[in-house]
């Protein structure tokens, strides 16, 4: 199986500790350059900078920068997220920004919202407390949008 990610989702995930999650469901993901500036060079977040280069689990995988156009605004992590999935045929892309999201779907690709990443792990057993997860999102000021809750029970209900 093949997953690429995005920024938020690695973001969210630290930051709620289930970061590893990412492991046990997926195995790998893939994340290309601009995602690892993100978050690890481009953030104020030490402790995450220095986590995520140390999951073995996620792996920078190069592309190749060729213009693309876009039909929505884009950031460059999100741009070439979606190429990465593209070239790949990714099985998921691990995505949450709402205009990333109508460009996926756009290209034909199967997106993830974080929520539905932590759902889906708790559904398989994964994380034992969902509501306690959701808390500590609270706590660091991350909340989960009526958007995002709806394409994850979406997502969740077709797989």
Same mark, same amino acid.
């Given at each position: 199986?093949?997953?690429?990610?995005?920024?938020?989702?690695? =973001?969210?995930?630290?930051? @709620? +500790?289930?970061?590893?999650?990412?492991?046990? *469901?997926?195995?790998?993901?893939?994340?290309?350059?601009?995602?690892?500036?993100?978050?690890?060079? !481009?953030?104020? !977040?030490?402790?995450?900078?220095?986590?995520?280069?140390? @999951?073995?689990?996620?792996?920078?995988?190069?592309?190749?920068?060729?213009?693309?156009?876009?039909?929505?605004?884009?950031?460059? +992590?999100?741009?070439?997220?979606?190429?990465? %999935?593209? =070239?790949?045929? %990714?099985?998921?892309? #691990?995505?949450?920004?709402?205009?990333?999201?109508?460009?996926?779907?756009?290209?034909?690709?199967?997106?993830?919202?974080?929520?539905?990443? #932590?759902?889906? %792990? %708790?559904?398989?057993?994964? =994380?034992?407390?969902?509501?306690?997860?959701?808390?500590? *999102?609270?706590?660091?000021?991350?909340?989960?949008?009526?958007?995002?809750? #709806?394409?994850?029970?979406?997502?969740?209900?077709?797989?």
């Amino acid at each position: 199986m093949q997953v690429v990610s995005n920024s938020s989702p690695l =973001i969210v995930l630290f930051n @709620c +500790g289930q970061l590893g999650i990412l492991q046990q *469901l997926f195995g790998e993901v893939l994340i290309p350059e601009a995602v690892y500036q993100e978050v690890v060079h !481009n953030t104020k !977040n030490r402790e995450q900078s220095d986590a995520i280069p140390q @999951c073995n689990f996620i792996r920078v995988h190069p592309i190749s920068t060729q213009p693309v156009s876009f039909s929505h605004k884009l950031d460059r +992590g999100e741009i070439e997220a979606l190429i990465l %999935a593209s =070239i790949l045929k %990714a099985d998921y892309l #691990l995505l949450d920004d709402k205009r990333a999201q109508k460009e996926a779907k756009l290209q034909g690709l199967t997106f993830i919202p974080t929520i539905a990443v #932590l759902l889906k %792990a %708790a559904k398989k057993g994964i =994380i034992a407390d969902f509501d306690a997860v959701l808390t500590e *999102l609270r706590q660091k000021n991350i909340f989960i949008s009526h958007d995002l809750n #709806l394409a994850a029970q979406n997502f969740l209900a077709h797989n």
